[in-house]
């Protein structure tokens, strides 16, 4: 089973920031919007060439797609897969059905977005997925991952299929990641003794070296 994190937050507040010090070599991002990476090593990120087997990016915001190409990129080594701007696939999918009348789009998509998570589950124990998505407040005044709307949100509670979800926020100045809640609107959770910290750097490739350690996983190299 792979480890998968969930990292919400409002826009601007450092969640794509967090991936400027991963491996190139180890991580695969897939967008769903082609857009530049918000740090000075966002150049060197290319997109991924098929045939040369390189690159560091994917564009799609294609539900369906991600599962094949999620699994090609453990198939040729990727070790970490980062999923950003996660609200946008969902919104595609939307858009991409404006016109269909009924629930089956709504119960689909729902469907579709819980196909995804149990198909990250099954990837090898030694991948991990980051899943970068923004934030909403409900009418209750709690912090939710945004969907698109309450028939889906009466669907599906994506936060409640993670283990860990962290939240960025700008404090005193500085991008921060968040690793437990501290008021009950909040739905900030980890492992217990995972992070020592409520608020720590914004870094993936920290939070991605604690979390291996924590869990104990070994980078198997694949047979040639």
């Known amino acids: 089973m792979a480890e998968k994190t969930l990292i919400m937050a409002t826009s601007g507040s450092g969640k794509t920031t967090s991936?400027?010090?991963?491996?190139?070599?180890e991580v695969m991002v897939i967008q769903p919007i082609n857009k530049r990476l918000p740090f000075p090593s966002g150049k060197d990120w290319k997109l991924w060439d098929k045939d040369s087997l390189t690159g560091s990016r994917f564009i799609t915001r294609d539900l369906h797609k991600m599962k094949p190409f999620m699994k090609k990129m453990v198939d040729v080594g990727k070790k970490i897969i980062v999923i950003d701007d996660f609200v946008y696939c969902i919104a595609g999918q939307v858009m991409d059905q404006i016109d269909e009348v009924g629930f089956d789009k709504w119960n689909q998509l729902a469907k579709d977005v819980?196909?995804?998570m149990e198909f990250i589950?099954?990837?090898?124990?030694?991948v991990r997925v980051y899943v970068l998505t923004?934030?909403?407040?409900?009418s209750n005044g709690n912090i939710k991952m945004k969907t698109a709307g309450k028939l889906i949100d009466?669907?599906?509670?994506?936060?409640?299929?993670?283990?860990?979800?962290l939240g960025a926020t700008f404090t005193?100045?500085?991008y921060?990641?968040?690793?437990q809640k501290e008021r009950n609107s909040e739905p900030y959770k980890s492992p217990m003794g995972m992070f020592k910290d409520v608020l720590i750097d914004n870094?993936?490739?920290v939070i991605d070296d604690i979390q291996v350690k924590y869990y104990g996983i070994t980078n198997e190299k694949k047979e040639s």
């Open 19 to 25: 991936l400027r010090n991963l491996n190139l070599d």
């Open 114 to 116: 819980h196909s995804l």
């Open 121 to 126: 589950d099954m990837l090898p124990e030694d």
């Open 134 to 138: 923004h934030t909403e407040e409900d």
């Open 154 to 165: 009466n669907l599906l509670t994506p936060e409640g299929m993670f283990t860990t979800v």
């Open 172 to 174: 005193d100045g500085k």
């Open 176 to 179: 921060k990641f968040k690793t």
């Open 203 to 205: 870094d993936l490739k």
